[in-house]
């Protein structure tokens, strides 16, 4: 509860004196606290001591690989980690999402994609937070959106969606990880427990009739997002906000 | 100057060993090409006192000396080595000399220097003992056989039944004994050696002293003139067998010849006809192996320089690598690692060598000289083949360098030029926003910031192109192919738009559900945005734009159609070249650097698709492209 009463504090880690400069500009015009670090070693040292609600950290850092530093902070703490990279091979973007990075954005990246992403995280910081007392939650819940783990049923407005095994799988692996993004070889491995490139078609099918049935509009879905080439996620979603789209 | 170029003689003869190492010793001390020739007698085996074993080990020595070995057929020895001597422009000549005399001709060697007074003739003397190497055969080993003996005995008694019936008709002695010339005529066509051209005659004079010559059925004699007739009979015998025996050595040779031209020639056609070097080496092969009745083996470096063929003890692979190393023969019959099963030939250009063909040979012995000149000449052959596509490789690359240059040169101006204006746009607006931004009325600062943020956007769109091109055009891109649905790609396409998208009506179609296709999907969503960023570039807002795609057969063809004005016809053919803008309005516009459309064509033609633009009806334009479509894999879990 106490994450509503203070305003949610993001560390930026940015070696560019002028990027820095627009994301701060950027935060405190949103109302926002911050605090920044220019190398991986003091973004380690300010993640430590002053444990900021989200990181922003730029992968292309002039002491460490960002990857290395992903890492190193998973080692002791789940702060979402947004990484900003230049760098726009997918590879990277994997290998940092699988390290344990909770989403990415390229640049050029607009401020109002920023703040977006920004939101999402928070948003799962505030979920957990609110979860905290009750680890063991049964029941799901998402917007409109409901998964009953002990009966193994999941429901849109209180209705019950037809899912194949499979699907109900896949929409649970994903619930688990509302807000981050998972790698399509993430999804695959958890699945099918092994990664054939065959298997990514089917992942794709699999997932396009999941999202015909628990999305309102499947053309402008709000649970699920595809990343293109990289993976999925499933969103936070607040309930009444299924008419709106999301920014 | 020119290169000395010493030349020696190879023979049978063990003496022949101490003039090829002196040659060899000669070659070296003046710095001289060393060639050492072998004159093929002709056909009646090797002459006397010379073996093939040693004939064999001083072309081993020679070729360990570092001679070249060259083989010449036979005809009189002297003759040629001074026309090979004189063709291949030879300084020095080294030849043995024995002290045996020479009656009616002259010695080789006081021919040769004759023949060719310009070379350097050294004659190297050595014992009576030992043969001397340079003597053609010109009193051979007798050779005997069955048929031959039948052949000549059967001449002997036809001429001696027909000398019986002439004799009946009451014909001259003389007469018949003609008859028997004629029959010595006859032996000397039919049969081989000296043996029989001795035989033939010596018979004939005994059967017509005994059986015609007065007193009858004794050898005696009566007539005076008898003893002149005998003689005569043995000379023409005599000179007959020789003459007969020398026109079939030559037919034989020019046969020979003959036979061997027509095999480089064809092997020539077939190496020509071969489309890879792959393909030249297995028609080397097959040729080889028919020549000597054997298995023949290829191995050829890879990419890395590592010799590459069939995987065997490491005795023939360390043989075949020696081989291609040294640029020298190894393995069986050499002085290279003889216990290895094959003789291993480096097949060789002027600038490399290209590879290394194992032959299996018979007992491991060479083959004849002949044929073993002949798989010379077929390994050389082949070797220049093989250089013509080393060559091709080269100058391909280097024609492939030349474009990226020029292309990157044409980038370069055409970028720098196309980056001033936007750049001198959002320097000047942020310049005076800085400088005198309160003075300013509130809307004016507005259209600053607007431009400022457009040209920004702007340079956005380039610099992702160039990214893409560069990738491709470099020729290092490696498509990161993967199965995507069709409708993810629209989605994340049209999310991507041009600031001025919202001016237009936009709409997509996707008549199929779950359509797949193989694609690069970074690289296909940039074709895609650069072709509707242009639809909405170069039609007048409000204007209609189409994202369609279906399936067609094995292939997803895309589809972005518009309503606007349309493209020229003139312009069409045009449209996907390198830097071209529809209208020329390069200069003064910096829309669109004609990189755009380009850059889709060859991202569609990396993947394997085409495409295309047409008119629309009634008015506008389509571009279509299209990729391989992909089936969904049924896949239950694990």
Sequence with gaps: ?247 | METPHVLTCLSGSPANEKVVRLAASLAQGIGAIFTALYVEPAPGGLPKGQSAEVLQNNILLAEKLGAHVATVYGGDMATQVAEYARLSGVSHIVLGRSGRLHFFRNAPQDRLARMVPEIQLCVVPYSEKEDDPLELPRVSRPHISWPDTGRCLGVVLLCTLLGGILGEMGLEMAIIGQVYILGVLAIGVVTTGWVYGLMGPLLSALAFTFLYVPPLFSFRYVAPGYPVTFLVMLVVGLITSNFTLRVRGQALTAADKAWRTEVLLRHAALLQRASSPAETLDTLCAQLEKLVAGQVRWYQPNEQGELMGPTEDKNEEESALWAWQHRSSAGATTGIRPEARRLYLPVMGQRETYAVVGLTLDKKRLPEPFVRNLLGAMVDQCGLALEKYSVEKDRDAAQHKAEQEKLRANLLRSISHDLRTPLTSICGSAGILRESGEALKEERRKELYNDIYDDALWLIDLVENLLAVTRIENGTMQLHMEPQLVEDIFAEATEHLDRHAGEHVIETRLPEDLLMAEMDSRLIVQVLVNLLNNAIKYTPPGSHILLTARSEGQWVRFAVADDGPGIPEKERGKLFEMFYTAGKRRGDSRRGMGLGLSLCRSIVRAHGGEITMEPNQPHGSIFTFTLKRKEAADLEPA
Excluded at chain 1, 45 to 61: I, N
Excluded at chain 1, 78 to 106: C, F, H, N, Q, W
Excluded at chain 1, 161 to 187: D, F, S, W
């Design chain 1, 1 to 247: 509860m106490s994450l509503l009463e203070k305003t949610p504090r993001v560390l930026v880690v940015e070696d560019d004196k002028a990027i820095r400069n627009l994301i701060i500009t950027t935060l405190e015009t949103q109302g926002y606290q911050y605090s920044t670090a220019a190398n991986g070693s003091q973004a380690l040292l300010e993640a430590a001591s002053s444990r900021p609600d989200v990181l922003l950290l730029d992968l292309g850092l002039p002491d460490m690989d960002g990857v290395e530093i992903i890492r190193k902070i998973r080692g002791w703490s789940e702060m979402p980690i947004l990484v900003v990279s230049a760098r726009s091979e997918d590879r990277d973007k994997v290998e940092a999402l699988d390290a344990g990075a909770d989403d990415y954005l390229t640049k050029p990246f607009s401020v109002d994609e920023l703040l977006a992403r920004l939101r999402v995280a928070l948003r799962r910081v505030k979920k957990e937070a609110d979860r905290g007392s009750r680890p063991e939650e049964k029941i799901y819940r998402n917007g409109e959106l409901t998964i009953d783990y002990e009966a193994g049923v999941a429901r849109r407005s209180g209705q019950e969606l037809h899912l194949t095994p499979m699907e109900y799988k896949l929409l649970c692996l994903l619930a688990r990880n509302t807000g981050k993004v998972l790698t399509q070889n993430y999804i695959l491995r958890e699945i099918w427990g092994l990664v054939l490139a065959s298997d990514t078609s089917s992942l794709r099918v699999f997932m396009a009739t999941l999202r015909k049935k628990i999305e309102p509009c499947p053309a402008k879905p709000i649970y699920i997002q595809t990343r293109v080439g990289i993976g999925y996620r499933m969103t936070w979603v607040e309930r009444g906000e299924e008419s709106e789209e999301e920014s």
